[in-house]
T-cell receptor, first 113, second 108 residues
Framework: NAGVTQTPKFQVLKTGQSMTLQCAQDMNHNSMYWYRQDPGMGLRLIYYSASEGTTDKGEVPNGYNVSRLNKREFSLRLESAAPSQTSVYFC????????????FGPGTRLTVL | SQELEQSPQSLIVQEGKNLTINCTSSKTLYGLYWYKQKYGEGLIFLMM?????EEKSHEKITAKLDEKKQQSSLHITASQPSHAGIYLC????????FGSGTQLTVLP
C-alpha cells in the first residue's frame, strides 16, 4: 500500500496563477481532508469530505475549492493564488468512526510570490 | 486552533532528560491523538487515547488522558536526539482538530 500520496511535492506560483494539488489514498477510506500548516499555527483544516460525493468547509476554506473525484482522490484547487496561501499542504484520510487513526500524505510545499 | 492549546510551544532539553508536553481542550474530549512530525515530512501517528484515565506507552513515550481536566500530557523519559521534532495533539471536536504543536530539540 502506498497510503496517502500527494503531488506535487514542491510548487512555486506567481500571484494570480491557479493550480490543483492532487491527493490519492489506497486504503479504501471514506473520509479525506486537506490541511495547511503554517509556523506557530499547527494544522488548520481547509476542507474535508466525509464520503464520496460530499465536501464541507473546514476552518480556513476561503480561496480554495475541492473536488472528491471518487473514493480514492480528493483534489484542492487554488483559483487565484495569493502570497497568504504560501504554506505546506497536507492531505489525510481516515476510515469512518470517531476513533480511527488519520493517515497523512508527505505534504506539498507551496510558495506564492 | 484555539480549541486545542499546546504547551510549551518549544522545548530544548539535554539528552537524557525527561520532559512533558501538555494539550488542553476548551471542549469535551472524545478522543485524543498524538502525532510527531520531523521537519519537512508528514505526520507520524504515535498513539490515541479514548477514555479518561487511559495511559498508553510506546517505547519511551507515555501519554495520559484526563477527561475531567480536558487535558492530555505526553511524557518522554530519557530523551534522545531521535525524539526531536514537532509534537501535535489532535482531537475530534467537529472534525479532527490540531493544536499548534510543540517544537522539541534534544541537545546531544
Amino acid at each position: 500500500n502506498a497510503g496517502v500520496t500527494q503531488t506535487p511535492k514542491f510548487q512555486v506560483l506567481k500571484t494570480g496563477q491557479s493550480m490543483t494539488l492532487q491527493c490519492a489514498q489506497d486504503m479504501n477510506h471514506n473520509s479525506m481532508y486537506w490541511y495547511r500548516q503554517d509556523p506557530g499555527m499547527g494544522l488548520r483544516l481547509i476542507y474535508y469530505s466525509a464520503s464520496e460525493g460530499t465536501t464541507d468547509k473546514g476552518e480556513v476554506p476561503n480561496g480554495y475549492n475541492v473536488s472528491r473525484l471518487n473514493k480514492r482522490e480528493f483534489s484542492l484547487r487554488l483559483e487565484s493564488a495569493a502570497p497568504s496561501q504560501t504554506s505546506v499542504y497536507f492531505c489525510a484520510s481516515r476510515a469512518s468512526g470517531i476513533y480511527n487513526e488519520q493517515f497523512f500524505g508527505p505534504g506539498t510545499r507551496l510558495t506564492v510570490l | 486552533s484555539q480549541e486545542l492549546e499546546q504547551s510549551p510551544q518549544s522545548l530544548i532539553v539535554q539528552e537524557g532528560k525527561n520532559l512533558t508536553i501538555n494539550c488542553t481542550s476548551s471542549k469535551t474530549l472524545y478522543g485524543l491523538y498524538w502525532y510527531k512530525q520531523k521537519y519537512g515530512e508528514g505526520l507520524i501517528f504515535l498513539m490515541m487515547l479514548q477514555k479518561g484515565g487511559e495511559e498508553k506507552s510506546h517505547e519511551k513515550i507515555t501519554a495520559k488522558l484526563d477527561e475531567k481536566k480536558q487535558q492530555s500530557s505526553l511524557h518522554i523519559t530519557a530523551s534522545q536526539p531521535s525524539h526531536a521534532g514537532i509534537y501535535l495533539c489532535g482531537a475530534v471536536i467537529r472534525q479532527l482538530t490540531f493544536g499548534s504543536g510543540t517544537q522539541l530539540t534534544v541537545l546531544p
